[in-house]
T-cell receptor, first 114, second 112 residues
Framework: NAGVTQTPKFQVLKTGQSMTLQCAQDMNHEYMSWYRQDPGMGLRLIHY???????DQGEVPNGYNVSRSTTEDFPLRLLSAAPSQTSVYFC?????????????FGPGTRLTVL | GENVEQHPSTLSVQEGDSAVIKCTYSDSASNYFPWYKQELGKGPQLIID?????GEKKDQRIAVTLNKTAKHFSLHITETQPEDSAVYFC???????????FGSGTRLLVRP
């Protein structure tokens, strides 16, 4: 199993540009989530999904959209990038909710918005 | 709102010494407390967790203790090795919750 994969590893955007961060898992996990990691602030939940077709907002959802059309994929969209969205983004998955089952993280995407 | 405070932010120890990282949580209904290790350039990885029905859990050189009354929990690493050098995150969650609340992280450096 590849586990949780994320693409790209690095990305530089200009303010106002849009892009999609890709996330896929091959473990047939129902729960998937997106976090952003900023220095001194730990990991903050952006959006999560408890299954295909179901998504919900986390702590910091503004400026981001998600969709879950399949169990395997959970892309994160930035509609109009802002410098405040410069961060490292992690996708994670677990069989059920992370308070019950082990949550597996992808390798991350480092995004810089100029 | 829910909050998890983690201390210290950086910790440097000599190889073979012990390391202790402490976290305090605000939501008294929290009952699941995982610890993650993040190596350079990688995503966090679960290393140990504890639920509120136990006070301590061990796995080889690592252990976690929980004090529900004081609402704090700690990670203990004994006989530290250079490969223990990483960033460690604590987190807290309610039973069956969809989300974990993470601490701000501790950068541990084990000096050879």
């Amino acid at each position: 199993n590849a586990g949780v994969t994320q693409t790209p590893k690095f990305q530089v955007l200009k303010t106002g540009q849009s892009m999609t961060l890709q996330c896929a898992q091959d473990m047939n996990h129902e729960y998937m989530s997106w976090y952003r990691q900023d220095p001194g602030m730990g990991l903050r939940l952006i959006h999560y999904s408890v299954g295909a077709g179901i998504t919900d907002q986390g702590e910091v959802p503004n400026g981001y959209n998600v969709s879950r059309s399949t169990t395997e994929d959970f892309p994160l969209r930035l509609l109009s990038a802002a410098p405040s969205q410069t961060s490292v983004y992690f996708c994670a998955s677990s069989r059920t909710v992370p308070s019950t089952d082990t949550q597996y993280f992808g390798p991350g995407t480092r995004l810089t918005v100029l | 709102g829910e909050n998890v405070e983690q201390h210290p932010s950086t910790l440097s120890v000599q190889e073979g010494d012990s390391a202790v990282i402490k976290c305090t949580y605000s939501d008294s209904a929290s009952n699941y407390f995982p610890w993650y290790k993040q190596e350079l350039g990688k995503g966090p990885q679960l290393i140990i967790d504890i639920r509120s029905n136990v006070g301590e859990k061990k796995d080889q050189r690592i252990a976690v203790t929980l004090n529900k009354t004081a609402k704090h929990f700690s990670l203990h690493i004994t006989e530290t090795q250079p490969e223990d050098s990483a960033v460690y995150f604590c987190a807290a969650s309610r039973e069956s919750s969809y989300k974990l609340i993470f601490g701000s992280g501790t950068r541990l450096l084990v000096r050879p």
